[in-house]
């Protein structure tokens, strides 16, 4: 039998089993095979036995392709009308033609392309929303965690005013009153969403900061900064990206809403829920224009979501139940 | 109790004075409020009339004194708009919107708790998998689309609900689920973590051991303790969908505060758009205060935390 190479002892872990070599007789299972698995490889075991995290991160890095390559996926330009080819139907209808595989909407704009450049602001308003209230949400929850006493108290006073406010009705309210732009339906989604950040680290740096290695970086002489930032701040990361998940897909959920209401992105720009709220009008003889754009929102966000769930299971898989 | 009763009453005052601030400031730093209103092609005179006549021309800690002043004595405002009292046309509306969300309350509770409860007793079987994906598709649904959805089939290819207005329980029926739907994935995973926790608990056990029918363990014994957490969430949830109703009750034209408040947005009448953001904040503040008692009532080891 060759030598197994060096990182055997973590591969080798799975058939614990005895298992049979071709004369039939049982073999014991060799010393590398009853190692502990490694960390990383438990985490990929655990990766791949785990459908929705696959699926969901699949569909996500095809819709991150899909937006960054769309210029040349495109078929047309998103914004072209064309009036003599208004609501086309899309290829499974007997009408539908390769040149709009997806049909056109009521100005003749190619839905395709459409849905391939409105994925791009779906993602960039998400992921955008997203950093603002984590950097806000996180350096609250972190510090309240920390530091307890008043701080905590100021901190959670900030949460609860921030829960009691609308979102949507002050999002709106806002956009209204500023003017509409995307960098503006950024900036006050994340103003916006920073809450769930907040709590979660709150509660997690609390679990964290009584453990013993806290206290060891404390007694060699650790500045506050640097324990908040290279003790604390590792050990509660995995429970920062299954929140920046879920918010992500509350960030897109909103604005589509927002679009959808009027008061986020501006036509003519290809917003999901921009279209869906242009096609509302259609509804009755083309309700494939509103299918379309709300199954790309849905299948974003479900995606995001399970992609979210998996990474909760699979580094926290005691929190299971 | 009492002790802790009046704590949370002068957190959520306090709560309630800051969240006035923050909707004041909200509608008056947000760009010049005179110039907003008086649209793109108004003259230099008519911005100084509009901010003469509404009061903008004070220093902005009067304005807002004002404003508190009367928001305590119970005047929410005048809208110019509509030519009548603020508080009138909320109170006129309110009833409509607690309507609605007293119906998707109960429409999501009716469906999750259930589920959650059959979830539990049968963890990692077809139906907790089941149940597990309603929430999963729940939470992935924009529900102005799922609206859309509904209204596509029930009211227009079946014909079987009215699609606008409110003038039988009927016309309540979609906008309940279309607003109700987003809360159930969340009760619905706190009944069935709660009743996974206290299925495996002591008591649960003698109740067993002492041959009492499975199904009044679960519900007599089980349930009832599980519930508790529900019973705030819902309230918050309550709170949560208050706000959200904006987007189900324009869609839906359902003449609430929310439709209200789009309708008082596109015509920028910042007196109603101040006061809805205050009336909705604060009754949240409101339910998450009653919710907070009823807690402390039946659980006494938060009293004392």
């Known amino acids: 039998m060759a030598l197994p190479p060096a990182s055997a002892p973590a591969r080798a872990a799975t058939p614990i089993a005895p298992t049979a070599d071709a004369t039939g007789a049982a073999k014991i299972p060799s010393l590398a095979q009853v190692v502990e698995p490694s960390p990383g ?3 990929r075991r655990r990766i791949r036995g785990h459908w929705g995290l696959i699926i969901g991160g699949g569909v996500l890095l095809f819709i991150i392709a899909v937006a960054l390559f769309a210029p040349w996926l495109a078929p047309h330009d998103p914004l072209d009308q064309d009036l003599t080819n208004r609501v086309v139907l899309p290829i499974w209808y ?36 997203m950093l603002i209230s984590l950097l806000i949400g996180t350096t609250l929850g972190v510090a309240a965690g920390y530091f307890g006493g008043r701080v905590d108290m100021a901190v959670n006073f900030i949460i609860t005013t921030r829960l009691s406010l609308p979102v949507v009705l002050v999002a709106l309210a806002v956009v209204s009153l500023i003017g509409n732009s995307l960098w503006i339906v950024i900036c006050v989604l994340g103003l916006l969403l920073w809450d769930r950040f907040a709590v979660v680290m709150r509660s997690t740096t609390q679990q964290v900061r009584n453990l013993d290695y806290i206290a060891a ?16 701040m590792p050990n509660i990361a995995n429970h920062l990206i299954v929140v920046a998940t879920l918010e992500m897909a509350h960030a897109i959920l909103l604005e589509a809403a927002l679009s959808f209401l009027g008061l986020g992105v501006q036509p003519p720009a290809p917003s999901w829920g921009l279209m869906i709220a242009e096609a509302k009008g259609y509804m009755f003889f083309d309700p494939w224009l509103i299918g379309i754009p709300g199954t790309a929102l849905f299948a974003l966000v479900m995606a995001i979501n399970l992609l979210g769930d998996g990474v909760r299971d699979v580094t926290a898989p005691e929190g299971r139940n | 109790m009492l002790i802790f009763a009046l704590k949370r009453l002068g957190i959520a005052i306090l709560v309630a004075i800051t969240v006035s601030m923050v909707t004041f400031s909200l509608i008056h730093l947000s760009g010049d409020p005179a110039m907003a209103l008086a649209g793109e092609s108004a003259t230099q005179e008519d911005i100084e009339n509009i901010r003469r006549v509404y009061g903008f021309d004070r220093p902005i800690v009067v304005q807002y004194g004002a404003w508190l002043g009367g928001v305590l004595t119970g005047d929410l405002g005048y809208s110019h708009y509509l030519a009548t009292d603020v508080s009138t046309v909320i109170f006129d509306r309110l009833p409509t919107t607690m309507t609605l969300g007293a119906c998707a309350l109960l429409f999501a509770l009716v469906l999750s708790i259930p589920l959650g409860v059959l979830a539990a007793m049968r963890p990692n079987t077809m139906i907790d998998r089941l149940a597990l994906s309603i929430a999963v598709v729940g939470q992935a649904l924009p529900s102005f689309w799922f609206a859309l959805i509904l209204i596509f089939w029930f009211g227009i290819v079946w014909r079987l609900l009215p699609i606008t207005g409110t003038e039988s329980w009927l016309n309540y029926v979609m906008p309940s689920v279309a607003l109700g739907y987003y809360v159930t994935p969340g009760v619905m995973r706190l009944t069935r973590a709660g009743m996974l926790e206290v299925l495996s608990s002591d008591y649960i056990r003698t109740a067993r051991a002492k041959g009492l029918r499975p199904m009044s363990v679960m519900f007599k014994h089980a349930l009832r303790n599980a519930i508790i957490p529900v019973v705030s969430l819902a309230a918050v949830q309550f709170g949560f969908m208050l706000g959200g109703s904006i987007v189900i009750e324009t869609i839906f034209a359902i003449n609430g505060i929310g439709f209200l408040a789009w309708e008082s947005i596109q015509r920028g009448d910042l007196a109603m758009m101040q006061a809805i953001v205050l009336v909705l904040a604060c009754f949240y503040i409101m339910l998450t205060f009653l919710a907070d008692m009823l807690n402390a009532f039946l659980d006494p080891r938060i009293r004392v935390g």
Not at chain 1, 217 to 232: F, P, V, Y
Request: hydrophobic share 45%; charged share 15%; with cysteine.
């Open chain 1, 217 to 232: 970086a404390q007694a060699t002489g650790c500045s506050t900064l640097r324990i908040l930032l290279s003790e604390i």
């Open chain 1, 94 to 129: 007997d009408e539908g033609t390769w040149v709009h595989p997806l049909g056109t909407d009521q100005f003749g704009r190619d839905y395709l392309s459409r849905l391939i450049y409105g994925s791009r602001i779906s993602l960039l308003i998400g992921f955008a929303a």
């Open chain 1, 41 to 43: 490889a438990l985490l």
